[in-house]
Nanobody
């Protein structure tokens, strides 16, 4: 079973950048697609970005297109979310997730492995 651990969250000013990492344990992570979700206080968890097993296909929420980039390094068993031009409305707990069936899903129901989350706070 794959396990995921996020890191890289923190406090940043509006317009700044952060890179989140998602370290996976387990030899089969390279067969999983991966996604990032976020949840702000009082709001439902929402889709941010997803990447295919090969890394050749990606999908983004409209709210982050052009600002965020998802990537993965299968040799390191790690996924990334590069976040640029951050806005206060990006403040949330960010979760990485993995899908053992390899589909790029925009719904949280499409993922069966989740990390514990990392807090991102963007000040105005």
């Amino acid at each position: 079973q794959v396990q995921l651990v996020e890191s890289g969250g923190g406090l940043v000013q509006a317009g700044g950048s952060l890179r989140l990492s998602c370290a996976a344990s387990g030899r089969t992570f390279s067969r999983y697609s991966m996604g990032w979700f976020r949840q702000a206080p009082g709001k439902e968890r929402e889709f941010v970005a997803a990447i295919s097993v090969s890394g050749g296909s990606t999908n983004y929420a409209d709210s982050v297109k052009g600002r965020f980039t998802i990537s993965r390094d299968s040799a390191k068993n790690t996924g990334y979310l590069q976040m640029n031009s951050l806005k206060p409305e990006d403040t949330a707990v960010y979760y990485c997730a993995a899908n053992r069936f390899g589909a790029i899903a925009a719904s949280s129901k499409g993922y069966d492995v989740w990390g514990q989350g990392t807090q991102v706070t963007v000040s105005s």
